[in-house]
């Protein structure tokens, strides 16, 4: 599983293909206070009940609101069998919001 930072995930965003998916595992709540464009929400502590959806993605990038529940939520999809995850695992949307990069609410 790579680790990248929000700061990394920002720079991809632009060109990422349609074959990738931002997951945000932060709250449903917390997802509508404000959430990247096109990212998809599932709380970290459901994670694996999508893991075969996940499967079909060339990456899937977990980030959460500092990089704590990104880092459960992606071991435990590593820990299904995915290889196809790349935690944000350095900072999470506290950061992008004080960057002040756009976000969907």
């Known amino acids: 599983m790579d680790i990248i930072s929000i ?11 349609e074959n990738s998916l931002i997951l945000d ?10 959430h990247i464009e096109g990212s998809q929400n599932t ?6 009940g999508i893991s075969e959806d996940l499967k079909s993605y060339d990456k899937v990038y977990v980030h959460c609101k ?24 350095n900072g999470g949307m506290e950061r992008w919001g004080q960057m002040g990069w756009p976000v969907k609410q």
């Open 43 to 48: 709380p970290h502590e459901e994670v694996r």
């Open 66 to 89: 500092m990089g704590g529940r990104a880092k459960m939520a992606s071991e435990a999809l590593t820990n299904a069998g995915l290889d196809n995850i790349v935690c944000v695992g």
């Open 7 to 17: 700061d990394e995930l920002h720079d991809l965003v632009q060109d990422m293909g």
């Open 25 to 34: 595992v932060r709250s449903p709540e917390e997802y509508s206070a404000g």
